[in-house]
Structure formats: structure tokens, C-alpha cells
């Protein structure tokens, strides 16, 4: 280590009896130990990666769901009514994604700011050998992908911007979803929209899948190479997944 | 060799400086970065110009005082090679070279090249050592220690704190540096007893120092000048989360 000069820069030992005793994690403390724990930067970091999980296990089951547009419209209805009918297990769900988007969020927005402010003044000649277009843009493609999700739900649960989808009921009576995606994605417009959402989400998960093994310390050679292949193949499979709905719509197989 | 720098020039800490453009005649390839820059400075003084200043002290490559960032690399980003070890054959005849310090806010420029890096000797205070009882030497095989664990303690204990990890890292994150020093000494017995304290002080330290957060680019690992692995940083991640939930 380096040693400076400058003696009146050092600073005491900690002392770290000092420290208040917290009892266990799971404690009385829990949620400001919770908070604290948030507040470091790699705690955001560990709490980015652990939603983040989880928000791809949501996408990919989301995705699932959405290929059995290809199984015809009585598959795709009755998954749909499925949902609906969980009730009170579909508000917890609901409510727990929103927990762990805005933690996802938050924690995004906040580690962003401490990284523009730890490098205020950019260097006149800068040549990156490893950044990625991905992994320089994550923020940038996080956000339209919220944009988009914001976008989504008017578009296809609230129905804000197309009012009619509502009234969409097939024979069995139930909410008729294969309709409303195939009326939806007919418009080109809206099909280009989710088209290339779907893109920027993928390159949202290529760098973000690989980058969260790191966060949460797992970093083997046996298993590097594999969880290198894992983010751009994740951001792949799931933009092709998604995307081939309105694909299908706008080339006539979904009718 | 015939060169064309571009340096930046800062007075103090308070003013703002500026790159500034200097011919330089008669480099020989075998001379150091550093040299140049010497040879540079001699013929400042001889004009009665005020020399750049530079951080430099080994010069071997051991130290970590030499910093630089030359055509927007970190010691040049030549791989394990620190600026006074770069030499200028490197360097083509007619070349033009960018020279800038360090920059991250908690790496203030105090004049030209030089930064100030106490920073970094701060969070080493918060944690970085180990205790040890006074007393008779205990004998020096008497802990045994796997040799995988003596190696990855030996390739952390490389880290020279020169600062090219922050420097380099597009967010200015001392991660490497600080990963470097967790790993070593939670890789060794010796480093048990301050453990989970160890990693949870000097995360908040370098938190409050006003570094940046990894978005794992490993930029860090590429400019290193000692070929720190970012396998270190998940080392340190694992000891934070270990040290946070065993609520130490």
C-alpha cells in the first residue's frame, strides 16, 4: 500500500465495539437493518440481483404464457380466465411485483446517481476495452422497458387506450384475450412498439442476467464460462419469445 | 523518437485546468513513460517553464505511487504494467499521447498529474489490517494454510492501491482496490478474527469516500497494472452478505 505524507489525513482506528449490537439479522431491528443494508452499495447491488431474479422468472413465465397464443384461442382463454380466477392469490402477486419493481427501480436510480457523481469530470480521450453497448445502456433500456410496461398494462389490462377490448368475449362467455391480441397487434404501429421494447429488453437482459451472478458472488472458472453464455442467451431467447406473437399477427398465422 | 503530448495542466485543486500541447525531440524507445517525461520537464525548466508534475517512486513497478492516464487507458493499458514500466517503444515515432490524472471525485486532481489519493488509505484504515498479539514469533508453518487459499490471498496482495481500478471503472468504483484487501486477508486465518467488521467497514468507508458502485464491465480488471481478478469483488460480495446476515 501507498503510503502518503499527509498525517493529517488519517484518521483514528475504528473502534468497532463501538458498533451497536444488532440481534441477528432476522432481529428486532429487521426493517432498519434492511434499510442499512440498502443504503450500501453493494447491499443495492445484491438487492438489485435478487429482483432481478425474480423479475426474470416473472418475464419468462409471462412469456410462456403469452406462446400459448399458438395453441389457439381456447388454450389461450382459458390460461386467461385461470389467472383472472385466482382472486385474492392474484392481488398478492400483483402487489409483490410492484414491491420488487420499485425496489428494482429505486435501488437503479440511486446506485446511477452515486456513479455520475463519483465521476463528475469525463476524460478528454477515453477508450473503454470491456464496456459493452449492453451493459454502458442498462439504465438507458431500463427505463424504456418501463416505459413500455407502463405502456403495456394501459394497453392490454386497463384497456385505457382501447376501450372496446373489453367487450371481447368468446362463446364459453369468457374475456376473449386471443382476440384482443390479434385486433391489438394488427395495428403495425403498436406491433413496432412492442417489437422493439422486446429488443431493448433483451439487451437489458443480456448484460443484467450474466452481471447478477457477480452481485451476489458467485464467480467460479468451472461455471465463468457458462454464466457468460447465460445474459446475451436469456436477452435472445426471451426478445425472440415475445416478439413472435406480434410477428405471427402482423404475418397472418395468428388470426 | 519525435513526440506531440497533450498534458493536462491544473495549478492547484482550485483552479480548473486544461490540456495543454508540448513538442517533444531526441526520445529514446528504451526510456520509461516516466523518462520522457522527465527529459520533458528538463527542457520546461530549461525554458523557464513550470515542470508537470507527476506522482513517481520506485519506479520498479512495486510501489503504486506512478498513475497516469495516457491515450485514455490507465497506466496505459498495457496488460500488468504500471506507468514506469511502460516504455516508449510502445509508442510510435510521430505519435501523438494524451496524458491525464486519475479522474473520480474522491481522487481530487492537487496539481497537473498528481491526485490525491488518501482516500484510499482511509478505507485501508477502516479495515484493511489484522491484529496481532505481541510476543514470540510464532513459528512460520505452524497455521497451515491450503495452498489454493495461500494462492488467491497472494494474487489479492498484489494490489499496489495505485488507483487504476478507479480510474479506469466508468462509474469511478474502488471495488477491485477494496475487493483486493477483503479477499486477501478473509482468504487467510489470520484475517478471520475481523471478518465480517473487516468488509462491512470498509464498503461504508469507501461508500463514504464517494466512490462509485460496479456494474461489472471488469474494465477495473483489465487496466490493472497487477491483473487483479474481479473474482475478488464476488469474493467480497460473498463476505458482505455473509457478514450481513449473520448480523455481525
Known sequence: MRLTACARNYTLPPDWSKNPKVSGFFGEHFMGRFAKVLQSSIGAKVAMAVTGILLVLFIIAHMLGNLLMFAGPEATNAYAKGLKDLGALLWVARIGLLVVFLVHIGSALRLWRMNQAARPQAYAVSESTMVTYAGRSIVLTGLLVLAFAAYHLLHFTLFATNPEFAQLHDAQGRHDVYRMVVLGFGNTAVSGVYLVSMILLGLHLSHGVTSLFQSLGINNPSYNPLIKRLGPWSGVIVAVGFMAIPLAVLAGVLK | ?248
Open chain 2, 1 to 248: 523518437m519525435d513526440l506531440t503530448l497533450r498534458v493536462w495542466r491544473q495549478k492547484d485543486g482550485q483552479s480548473t485546468g486544461s490540456l495543454e500541447t508540448y513538442q517533444v525531440s531526441g526520445i529514446i524507445p528504451d526510456m520509461s513513460f516516466l523518462e520522457m517525461l522527465d527529459v520533458t520537464n528538463e527542457r520546461l525548466i530549461e525554458e523557464g517553464k513550470e515542470p508537470i508534475a507527476f506522482d513517481h517512486d520506485c519506479r520498479e513497478g512495486i510501489c503504486g505511487a506512478c498513475s497516469l492516464v495516457i491515450n485514455g487507458k490507465a497506466h496505459g493499458g498495457f496488460s500488468g504494467t504500471t506507468t514506469c514500466q511502460l516504455h516508449m517503444r510502445k509508442f510510435n515515432d510521430g505519435d501523438t499521447i494524451t496524458v491525464e490524472p486519475w479522474r473520480a471525485s474522491a481522487f481530487p486532481v492537487l496539481k497537473d498529474l498528481v491526485v490525491d489519493r488518501t482516500s484510499f488509505d482511509r478505507i485501508i484504515q477502516a479495515g484493511g489490517f489484522i491484529s496481532a498479539n505481541t510476543g514470540g514469533a510464532p513459528d512460520g508453518n505452524a497455521v497451515p494454510i491450503p495452498k489454493p487459499d495461500a494462492d488467491a490471498a497472494m494474487d489479492a496482495a498484489a494490489c499496489i492501491g495505485c488507483g487504476a481500478c478507479a480510474a479506469s471503472c466508468p462509474n469511478g468504483s474502488a471495488m477491485l482496490f477494496v475487493a483486493a484487501k477483503v479477499s486477501h486477508l478473509a482468504h487467510l486465518p489470520q484475517g478471520v478474527p475481523e471478518r465480517g467488521q473487516r468488509v462491512l467497514s470498509m464498503v461504508a468507508r469507501m461508500d463514504e469516500e464517494g466512490f462509485g458502485n460496479c456494474t461489472n464491465h471488469a474494465e477495473c480488471e483489465a487496466m490493472c497494472p497487477k491483473d487483479i481478478s474481479i473474482s475478488h469483488i464476488a469474493k467480497m460480495n460473498r463476505e458482505f452478505i455473509r457478514a450481513t446476515v449473520r448480523g455481525e
